[in-house]
């Protein structure tokens, strides 16, 4: 009998060391992908003045992961959502948002010409184009990228959004828009940080004037 409960401690033992294990390895694989993971950063931000606008410059910095850009070779479209919010401080209460900006960015690969197309809109770009403000023809990937990348003039507000006497921010968030891939994507991408293009940084609006 007593030889019987030995063993079983011992394989009970044996089994709560392979399970360390195993969570162990599970802590590593975990580490080892937010360590993989794609990383998004705002290289350049600045405001100025031009006329009765709030104009934003800002350049966006990564490095297309493979599985995004086997998708774009295959026909997906990616739209990339860049958004600033401008809010006015206020010490009594939360802050309180004076003004809002999107730019939507439909990239593009056109198999039969080999070139990239990229659309750019003020709000979300439907199949019929519409609100299309802009579009651009690129020979190569990185030509484009860049043009997504980056982020020149801006304009994110009216003058008379802005009470100058008081302290403002503004929020400026960039992302792949996940939710606007096809629907068998959108699941595949969960979870998945090849898919996560992000960054979000909030700075003082400091006016500087146009040259």
Do not use: H, K
């Given at each position: 009998m007593t030889a019987f409960i030995t063993h079983c401690l011992r394989n009970a033992r044996l089994d709560l060391i392979?399970?360390?294990?195993?969570?162990?390895?599970?802590?590593?694989?975990?580490?080892?992908?937010?360590?993989?993971?794609?990383?998004t950063d705002v290289s350049l931000f600045q405001l100025e003045?031009?006329?009765?606008?709030v104009l934003l410059t800002a350049t966006v910095g990564?490095?297309?992961?493979?599985?995004?850009?086997?998708a774009l070779l295959k026909g997906?479209?990616?739209?990339?959502?860049?958004?600033?919010?401008?809010f006015r401080e206020r010490w009594y209460w939360s802050n309180k948002k004076v003004a809002s900006a999107e730019r939507h960015m439909r990239l593009a690969y056109q198999p039969l010409t080999r070139?990239?197309?990229?659309?750019?809109?003020?709000?979300?770009?439907?199949?019929?184009?519409?609100?299309?403000?802009?579009?651009?023809?690129?020979?190569?990937?990185?030509?484009?990228?860049?043009?997504?990348?980056?982020?020149a003039r801006w304009k994110i507000a009216d003058i008379s959004d802005?009470?100058?006497?008081?302290r403002h921010l503004v929020e400026f968030r960039f992302r792949l828009d996940v939710s606007q891939l096809p629907r068998p994507l959108q699941i595949g991408s969960l979870g998945q940080t090849d898919w996560d293009i992000s960054v979000a940084t909030t700075r003082p609006l400091i006016l500087e004037s146009a040259k």
């Open positions: 392979g399970l360390f294990a195993c969570a162990c390895l599970a802590w590593g694989y975990s580490d080892a992908a937010r360590a993989e993971a794609p990383t003045r031009a006329g009765d606008a990564f490095e297309l992961p493979a599985a995004v850009e086997e997906v479209a990616m739209i990339f959502v860049a958004e600033a919010d401008v070139r990239w197309r990229l659309n750019v809109a003020s709000g979300r770009i439907t199949n019929a184009g519409l609100g299309v403000a802009l579009n651009q023809n690129f020979e190569t990937l990185s030509d484009a990228l860049v043009a997504v990348q980056r982020l802005i009470d100058l006497e008081q």
